[in-house]
């Protein structure tokens, strides 16, 4: 109940509509000194689980006989950190907005000959923090012209429409609220430049995806399927928004 008046208090309070928070602060300054550390220390971050996790089966020879070390060299040696950084890209033979994990999953079963892993399942999870981990202070660098531009406008109305039982839009938090509490969170601009995350709350890694599913569920709304388009535009235009930020994962997150 107090939440709910929170919410509404939240809603009706500030009236003034406000753009993409400028500059663009990383998750990582918004939440606690403790868990600011407890993210540096490798040995006490428990998203360094799934990195290894991640470096297994990417050098492990699956029934094909292909690892991706295989082509990739052993623990991604030959994957360009500036690449990665770009994910989602545009790619038009795959489809427009192609994800890290979409990505991976493309060389599993045309290069690897193997089943493509199910969305969010710990191996996936594993996979897209190990390959996003070789890029770990690269500044965060999606493409925001060409055929991404009508995307990214497309991602940002999704962003800016209200969604759910509590009518709220993404934007209502992140964009006008960041640095304000909610049930005892600390809201803040809702970048994606640490994800993978592990999130404390769940006890759990998240990619992009599953944490905007996770915020549309906190809105009591009807979170989109992993491959529909509605979660390819929000998560490019998120990472769009994160440009520049160092890439964190795996960040350690409420
Ligand atoms: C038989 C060789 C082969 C195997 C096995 C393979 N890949 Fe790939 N991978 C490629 C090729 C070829 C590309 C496309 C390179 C390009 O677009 O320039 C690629 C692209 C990628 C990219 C995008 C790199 C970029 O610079 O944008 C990632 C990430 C990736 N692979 C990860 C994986 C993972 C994870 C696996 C194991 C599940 C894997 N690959 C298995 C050949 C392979
Ligand atoms: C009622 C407020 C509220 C709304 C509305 C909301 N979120 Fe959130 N969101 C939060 C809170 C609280 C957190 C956890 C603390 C933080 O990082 O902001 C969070 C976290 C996030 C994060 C992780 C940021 C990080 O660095 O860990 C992303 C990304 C995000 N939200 C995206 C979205 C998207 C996309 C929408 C719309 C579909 C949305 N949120 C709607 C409250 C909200």
Redesign the pocket.
């Known amino acids: 109940m107090k939440y709910y008046l929170a919410?509404s208090l939240?809603i009706t309070a500030g009236m003034a509509w406000a753009d993409a928070p400028s500059p663009a602060k990383?998750?990582?300054e918004?939440?606690k000194e403790e868990t600011r550390a407890m993210q540096d220390d490798e040995f006490q971050n428990p998203g360094f689980i799934a990195v290894e996790e991640g470096r297994g089966l990417f050098n492990s020879q699956p029934a094909s006989g292909k690892s991706c070390g295989s082509c990739h060299g052993d623990d991604g040696a030959k994957l360009e950190a500036k690449n990665l950084a770009r994910y989602p890209i545009y790619d038009k033979e795959l489809g427009g907005i192609v994800r890290l994990d979409d990505r991976i999953n493309v060389c599993r079963e045309k290069q690897s000959g193997e089943k493509p892993f199910p969305a969010y399942s710990k191996e996936l999870l594993a996979l897209e923090t190990f390959v996003r981990h070789l890029a770990i202070g690269e500044p965060v660098n999606v493409q925001t012209d060409g055929e991404m531009a009508d995307l990214l406008k497309k991602g940002e109305d999704?962003?800016k429409i209200r969604?759910g039982l509590?009518d709220?839009?993404?934007a209502?938090?992140?964009d006008s609220?960041?640095g304000q509490f909610?049930?005892g969170?600390?809201?803040?601009?809702?970048?994606?430049?640490?994800?993978p995350?592990y999130r404390l709350d769940t006890g759990e890694m998240a990619n992009?995806d599953l944490?905007?599913k996770?915020?549309?569920v906190?809105?009591r709304?009807e979170p989109f399927a992993p491959d529909a388009e509605e979660s390819k535009l929000?998560g490019a235009y998120?990472m769009s928004r994160s440009n520049g930020l160092k890439i964190e994962t795996p960040?350690l997150?409420?």
């Open positions: 919410l939240l990383s998750g990582y918004f939440v999704l962003y969604f509590i709220m839009s993404c209502h938090c992140h609220y960041p909610i049930r969170q600390k809201i803040s601009q809702g970048q994606g430049n640490g994800f995350a992009l944490r905007i996770q915020c549309l906190l809105m709304a929000l998120i960040a997150r409420y």
